[in-house]
């Protein structure tokens, strides 16, 4: 299995654009001590804001949906629990709920089983949560992404159109969530914000992964269009995406499979986790192509897509944050 192609995705506390970023400080936070520049807001803003994750259930989308209900948001998260033994929606909602700090801020989460690439299913989801729950989201996170099927054209083109095509689940799907939202806050004359998540594999070629790449080009180009189309008027709508480097959450840790040569595709054979020792054995090769050295948590990507949801950022729109790197020591 070539080396070449490994998707340094996002589906789903920050070192770009450093003249967003405060001066680091230590803070005490879950436990947890962060010694690292962070994007300056006031997470007080989102206290009680409706928060729409696609993705929600893992990786940088659980990260996204932890961190706003720990600011006291109220949360919906989406996700196909394609593999439940990987991971659930109801798992996350659990584990969630859980949290000392979701519980001082009065933070709430719920999840929903919906299939992004499946307008009909999006549709349904929107109307139910708009005609019967009454509620209309603040803010959107269009998360939900598949690595997909790896190979060169000629391999991977039996998978378009498929469960397995990136271009169908990444794009197609941001395509069908962003309209939605577009047309839910037009109809309640709302302003709003969302972020799409987009990849650094959507600015360089990543042989081997053509649909992926091509998947993540679209979201980037999708994003710069539709950022100005609604940047002015009634209501205003802000549209912006982070591209993520290598982030350490499942779609990176699958691709362990293709770098060993034990699985032609990252759906197939077992499931790798951070304590196998198939990822033991080539997290090295993962980190070498890391700017820093250092992997991305969920919460870095989560922490700017939170600043590019809040008021401060208020003139962003139709723009990408390449989120790549960390400050700090591996």
């Not at 993540?216 to 008027?233: D, P």
Request: proline residues 3%; negative net charge; hydrophobic residues 45%.
């Amino acid at each position: 299995m070539s080396r070449l192609f490994v998707v340094v995705a996002a589906v789903a506390l920050v070192a770009s654009a450093s003249f967003f970023f405060s001066d680091p400080v230590e803070e005490k936070t879950d436990d947890i001590i962060f010694m690292r520049a962070r994007p300056t807001y006031d997470k007080t803003q989102f206290a009680g804001k409706k928060v729409f994750v696609t993705g929600g259930s893992s990786g940088i989308g659980f990260g996204t949906a932890l961190l706003f209900a720990r600011f006291g948001a109220d949360v919906v998260i989406v996700s196909r629990d394609s593999n439940p033994a990987w991971f659930t929606g109801a798992a996350a909602v659990e584990k969630i709920k859980a949290d000392d700090i979701v519980k001082e801020n009065k933070g709430n989460i719920r999840w929903y089983k919906a299939d992004v690439a499946d307008k009909k299913q999006i549709q349904e989801l929107f109307t139910q949560l708009e005609t019967k729950e009454k509620w209309i989201m603040d803010y959107a996170v269009n998360n939900a992404g598949i690595v997909g099927a790896t190979g060169t054209m000629k391999d991977i083109v039996q998978y378009f159109g498929t469960e397995h095509d990136a271009i169908h689940n990444n794009l197609q799907g941001t395509i069908n969530c962003l309209e939605l939202e577009i047309d839910l806050w037009q109809r309640n004359k709302k302003d709003a914000a969302v972020v799409n998540l987009a990849s650094v594999n959507g600015y360089r070629a990543a042989p081997r992964g053509a649909l992926y790449a091509g998947s993540k080009f679209g979201i980037l180009g999708l994003t710069r269009n539709v950022g100005v189309e609604y940047a002015r008027g009634t209501p205003v709508i802000r549209v912006n995406a982070i591209a993520p480097g290598f982030t350490n959450t499942s779609l990176v840790w699958q691709q362990a499979k293709l770098i060993a040569g034990v699985a032609n595709q990252t759906w197939e054979g077992e499931y790798v986790t951070p304590d196998s020792q198939l990822w033991k054995d080539n997290e090295d090769y993962f980190l070498s192509l890391c700017p820093t050295g250092v992997f991305a948590q969920p919460e870095d990507q989560a922490n700017m897509i939170a600043f590019l949801l809040a008021k401060e950022s208020a003139l962003i729109t139709g723009s990408i944050f390449t989120v790549d790197g960390m400050i700090g020591e591996k």
